[in-house]
Each structure stands twice: as structure tokens, then as C-alpha cells.
């Protein structure tokens, strides 16, 4: 009877939250406790679906034990159907959203399926890293009217593994194009150059720069990332959209030579 109770409140909880979510207008029985909102499979799948510029993940709520180990997962009956409780999360939101899904194991384990937009979506909100430009001459100067060499060791791809809709999605990161910003004294963005090139280490000059003016400058490289993820084991599928991924700014100095008279 406690138990009962405690669900009851917890419920009453959700249902107070139910004004954020959109036109929650489901009803139903957990364990023979009647729910303020609560909503099915084809109406989560639904929600999702209109709102698929978000990701989405889903843990059981259960009457014993927590998300982690889960003893006896809540049971719910909804048009007809017998399910099982799960809290809905969007995003990386600790807070599930205003109503809970009853659901079927088989819509638990497909709910809506991993859409491409919701992989884009992951895509744009993890951190992928920067490139780190190296400049040759080293140690934070350079000649002026000399060709200054540029590249990057980010060549790699990176992946990094989410959760939507309860299923591991791996996503895979590679580095397809690159924009170096030479910050050349009043050029402005006309220095800039694009290549799928990351240059090299010399004597193997691929990318340089030849500045016309002494003076501090700070050149960074951006990166523009191709992704692919894969759902599970299963086989990789391309992400449609790119990622431009800007660098960190380096110091340098653009200084001018000074002929010095050495003997024999």
C-alpha cells in the first residue's frame, strides 16, 4: 500500500510537469493506479518524430530498484496493450520529460527508430577536437617576405559513442577539409586559404605563407569534419551534414632581418 502511494505522488509529480510537453493527452493504469499522463508507444513515437531536431533516450521506471538495476520494472496498460514504465529524456537533460510512455518490449527496443536527424543533431553537440597548428619557424617568430610554413597533425578520425532511444550510436568524425587564417597585418580574411591538404613538416612544404608586413599575428587553422555513424553493429551510414570545427589561435611574430658582418 505504501508502494501504491509512493507512485501515486510520483506520478502526480509527472503529471504536473505535463504542461511542457506537447498536447499530453494520454491516460491509463499503472499496476490499477490511474495516471494523470501518460503516453503510448505510437504517441511516443509520434512526439519524437515532430521534434526530431533533439535526441532522445528512455530508462525504465521501476517499482523496485533504480534505473541501473532494475528488480521489478513498473507495469502499465494502455489502449488495450500491457507495457512496461519508462521516463523519457531529451537531450542531455538529467529530468525525464513531462509524461512517461507506456510501452511494449518490442516499442521499447525500437521506439520511433534512430533517425538521421537525430544522429545530426548528436553530431553538431559533442566536442570534436581542434586542430593544433604548428608553424615553422618554431618558437613564435617568423621572417618577413619568407615562406612560412603551416600544417596540423589532426589527420585521424575521432568517434565517440551516444545514447538514442535506449541503442548505442557510434559516431565517427573525420577531417576532410581544412581553412588556415595566416592573420596576416591588415589582411584580414583575404589571406585565408581552404585545402583538403594538412600540410607537412618541412622540407616538405605544401602550405605556407609569405608575409609583406612586420608585426604580431595570430594564425589558427578550422577544421570541417564528414561524419558516419553506425546504430549497434550495424553497418555504417553516412551523415549528410559537415562540421567546421574552429582552431585556437596562435601567437606570432612577423619580424624583419638583420644583416650581421661575420668574419673568417
Known sequence: MLLALALVASISVMAGAASAADECQGSGGLTGVAVGCLKSGSETSEYIAGHSDHTYSIRPACEVGGTASCAAPATCNIERHDGFLYNVYQDDDPDPLGWQACLTKQEAKHLGGVTPAMVEHAFRRLAWPASELVVQPPNGKTLVNFDTNFYTTNTAPSTQTVTLLGRPVTIEATPTQYT???????????????????????????????????GAVQPSVDTTYAGRYRVGNGGWRNIPANLTVPGVRVDLQVVSATPHLVGY
Open 180 to 214: 588556415w587564417h595566416f592573420g596576416g597585418v591588415g589582411e584580414g580574411t583575404a589571406g585565408d586559404l581552404s585545402t583538403t591538404d594538412p600540410g607537412a613538416a618541412y622540407p616538405d612544404l605544401r602550405v605556407t605563407h609569405r608575409y609583406t608586413r612586420t
